[in-house]
């Protein structure tokens, strides 16, 4: 196992590592709106899963990856009522290549944020 780690996207807020690379594998954490500094994005929903696909692009690119690597993603998410909104975004990012996903709603995610997502990625060549 490999820990990827860099400092264009926030930092670990607790005991874990940003992502992992176990074989041709990338698991990422999952990333929150927070910018690199850790600062959280407040702005609305579109805004913030922007710079969650930011912080995981960043980390893709630290284990020489991009996001047509990406296989399978997991969106949770506040409010199921943003989904739509959300989609816009990430079908700016996963325009062509269109990874399988899970989207689920939960009560609360960490420092409030309105979503989460983190990505498992196929880094052979």
């Known amino acids: 196992m490999k820990v990827i780690q ?3 996207a926030p930092q670990a807020i607790g005991p874990y590592s940003q992502a992992v690379q176990v074989g041709n594998f ?3 954490s999952g990333q929150i709106p927070l910018t690199p500094s850790g600062e959280l994005v407040v702005g609305d929903i579109q ?9 995981i692009t960043a980390l893709l690119a630290e284990a020489d990856a991009k996001l047509e690597d990406v296989v399978k993603t997991t969106l949770f998410i506040k409010n199921m009522d943003d989904f739509v909104a959300i ?14 996903r ?3 709603e939960v009560a609360r995610l960490p420092k409030d944020a309105g979503i ?3 990505v498992i990625a196929n880094l052979s060549k």
């Open 102 to 104: 899970s989207t689920v």
């Open 26 to 28: 990338l698991f990422t």
């Open 116 to 118: 989460e997502i983190e």
């Open 47 to 55: 805004e913030q899963t922007h710079q969650v696909l930011k912080n």
């Open 6 to 8: 860099t400092n264009k």
């Open 87 to 100: 989609n816009e975004v990430y079908g700016q990012y996963f325009d062509t290549h269109k990874p399988a």
